[in-house]
C-alpha cells in the first residue's frame, strides 16, 4: 500500500451517522466509511449526503474534516435532524442496527453542483439503504444518468428496502457489491432454484440484469469476485484475525477493492486486487470502529505479519 494521489475521483452517496456503540459515538454510514478508506488509499472521494442543522451535523462535519474527508458536497438540512444508530454487538461480535427515519440524508438534493461531481468522479458509489425515502431515491436516479461507472453496495437493513427497488438498483449498476446472506434475499426475489450454487446464482444475476461486475464477500471466507469479461469468478481468502467487531470491514473491502479496479495507469490482476482487499478488510476487523487511522506502513506492517503467520 502507498499513501499517494493515485489521480482517480470518486463521489460516494447515501447515509451519514453517527453509530452509537456501546464504547461510545462513532462517524458511520457505509457510503462515508468507503470515502474515508478511499481517501486514505489515494483516491479523491467526496461524500454526497445530507445532514442536519444541529450539532451532531456540526461535528460529524467537522470530524469528517479531521480525518480528510472532502465535505464540498455535504447539504445541510433545517428541517430534519442528523441521522444517528444505535448499534448491538453480542457476544459472537455481530453487529445488529437500530435506525432511525427520517432523517436529513432521507432529504439529499441533486442540483447542477451534485451532478456535474458525479460526471466527472470515474466512479461513483451507492447504497442501497439510502433509496428507503422517495426524496434521495429520485436524486440518486438522476446522478444515475451521468455517472462513469456505477457501484452499488447492497446494504439490507428491514424494513428499509423493497424487492423491487433493490433490483432496479442492481438494473443500474456496473458492479454489485453483496455478503452471502444479501445474495441469498436477492436469489429469492430473482426465484431461482435453492439448488443453485453460489457462482450459477450470480451468472444468472448478472445475465439478467446485464451486470458486468459482481463481488460478494463471505466474512471470514473471503469473497469472490465474478466478471463477465473473461467469464471467470477469483475467489481469495480472508486473513486470519482477532476480531474485534465487523463494523464497517465490508466498506473497507469494498475501497480497497475500488482503489486497485480503477487504476488508471497500470493493469492490475484479480488476485492483487482481492489481496490488497482483504488484507485492509483484515486490519479494520481486528481494529475498533469503522474508520480506524493507519497509513501505508500500518497496513505494510499488519501484512507481512499475517503473512509470517500463514507461513510459520
Known amino acids: ?29 457505509a457510503p462515508l466509511n468507503v470515502a474515508y478508506h478511499l481517501n486514505k488509499l489515494g483516491v479523491f472521494t467526496e461524500i454526497l449526503s445530507r445532514m442536519g442543522s444541529d450539532d451532531a451535523g456540526r461535528d460529524l462535519r467537522d470530524l469528517c474534516v479531521e480525518l480528510g474527508v472532502p465535505t464540498t458536497l455535504l447539504q445541510w438540512d433545517e428541517a430534519h435532524a442528523t441521522s444517528t444508530v444505535e448499534v448491538h454487538i453480542d457476544e459472537k461480535r455481530d453487529v445488529t442496527y437500530e435506525i432511525v427515519f427520517p432523517v436529513a440524508w432521507d432529504f439529499i438534493e441533486a442540483d447542477e453542483r451534485e451532478i456535474s461531481a458525479v460526471e466527472q468522479a470515474d466512479f461513483f458509489v451507492f447504497g442501497s439503504l439510502s433509496t428507503r425515502h422517495t426524496p434521495s431515491y429520485a436524486s440518486l436516479q438522476r446522478l444515475l444518468g451521468v455517472a462513469q461507472y456505477k457501484v452499488l453496495d447492497i446494504n439490507l437493513r428491514a424494513p428499509f428496502y423493497t424487492k423491487e427497488r433493490i433490483l432496479d438498483l442492481i438494473a443500474a449498476a456496473d458492479l454489485v457489491k453483496m455478503n452471502a446472506e444479501e445474495l441469498a434475499f436477492v436469489s429469492e426475489w430473482m426465484e431461482l432454484p435453492s439448488s443453485l450454487t453460489d457462482r450459477e446464482k450470480v451468472a444468472m444475476l448478472m445475465q439478467r440484469y446485464a451486470v ?12 469472490v ?66 474508520c480506524p487511522v493507519y497509513d501505508a506502513s500500518t497496513i505494510n506492517r499488519f501484512q507481512w505479519l499475517n503473512f509470517l503467520g500463514k507461513i510459520g
Open 225 to 290: 469476485y465474478h466478471a463477465q469479461a473473461g467469464g471467470f469468478s477469483y475467489h481469495f481468502p480472508a486473513w486470519k484475525v482477532e476480531v474485534q467487531d465487523t463494523i464497517g470491514s465490508g466498506d473497507s473491502f469494498l475501497a480497497a477493492f475500488l482503489s486497485l479496479r480503477c487504476q488508471q495507469e497500470r493493469e492490475v490482476s484479480p488476485e492483487e486486487i482481492l489481496a490488497f482487499a482483504a488484507t485492509l478488510s483484515g486490519f479494520v476487523t481486528q481494529s475498533n470502529g469503522a
Open 1 to 29: 500500500m502507498k499513501n499517494e494521489n493515485l489521480g482517480i475521483r470518486a463521489v460516494c452517496f447515501g447515509e451519514v451517522l453517527w453509530d452509537n456503540l456501546p464504547t461510545g459515538r462513532k462517524l458511520g454510514g
Open 212 to 223: 458486468p461486475e459482481v463481488l460478494v464477500t463471505y466474512g471470514a471466507d473471503g469473497a
